[in-house]
Antibody, heavy 123, light 108 residues
Framework: EVQLEQSGGGLVRPGRSLRLSCAVSGFRFGDYAMGWFRQAPGKGLEWVGF??????????EYAASVKGRFTISRDDSKSIAYLQMNSLKTEDTAVYYC??????????????WGQGTLVTVSS | EIVLTQSPGTLSLSPGERATLSCRASQSVSNAHLAWYQQKAGQAPRLLFHGPSNRATGIPDTFSVSGSGTDFTLTISRLEPEDFAVYYCQQYGDLPFTFGQGTKLEIK
């Protein structure tokens, strides 16, 4: 059974940093891209970014709203994906979801989703 | 960036009725890389279709999709109580990947 267990959310002051983790089981982590999405309270879904698997270069792509502030990484030895969030803004307040993606060289869609973790940016 | 516009914003129907949800893109979706997700209140989204007409595991055949290019449709042929939720389309062919604003399917 595929499981994505998220951790690391919480309340943080504007300008500070936070790191989210996504520990997975039930599939070969190194074979898959991993994604991050978010949903502000009462709003729709927003793509944050994704990281390719090592066979596809292990590189990441980001939404313009987070590029330069957020970094997606992965530790294939631990089967964990990370979302490092720096210079947080109040508009980053949202439930953040990690996903297991299907990516085969063009395009990436989310097949499995974590339970979500709330990040609140407030002074 | 590709803008996806979903309509209607809210659809009020009764169990047993047919639902038709639209997703229109501001430009052609590359390689038909369009997905549909269902989200129930307080839950993570669930993949329904990708590519655009490949049904995800466990999705009943009362759900179907059609369309290409810039116009896509999700149809639920006969609504069950558990189908009332918010539905999102997403294009994943061109960066940045984008979502429509969602269609809320509510019980009439």
């Amino acid at each position: 059974e595929v499981q994505l267990e998220q951790s690391g959310g919480g309340l943080v002051r504007p300008g500070r940093s936070l790191r989210l983790s996504c520990a997975v089981s039930g599939f070969r982590f190194g074979d898959y891209a991993m994604g991050w999405f978010r949903q502000a309270p009462g709003k729709g879904l927003e793509w944050v970014g994704f990281i390719r698997s090592k066979p596809y270069g292990g590189t990441a792509e980001y939404a313009a709203s987070v590029k330069g502030r957020f970094t997606i990484s992965r530790d294939d030895s631990k089967s964990i994906a990370y979302l490092q969030m720096n210079s947080l803004k109040t508009e980053d307040t949202a439930v953040y979801y990690c996903t297991r993606e299907n990516y085969y060289g063009s395009g990436s869609y989310a097949v499995y989703w974590g339970q979500g973790t709330l990040v609140t940016v407030s002074s | 960036e590709i803008v996806l516009t979903q309509s209607p914003g809210t659809l009020s129907l009764s169990p047993g009725e047919r639902a038709t949800l639209s997703c229109r893109a501001s430009q052609s979706v590359s390689n038909a890389h369009l997905a549909w997700y269902q989200q129930k209140a307080g839950q993570a989204p669930r993949l329904l279709f990708h590519g655009p007409s490949n049904r995800a595991t466990g999705i009943p055949d009362t759900f179907s999709v059609s369309g290409s290019g810039t116009d896509f449709t999700l149809t639920i042929s006969r609504l069950e109580p558990e189908d009332f939720a918010v539905y999102y389309c997403q294009q994943y062919g061109d960066l940045p990947f984008t979502f429509g604003q969602g269609t809320k399917l509510e019980i009439k």
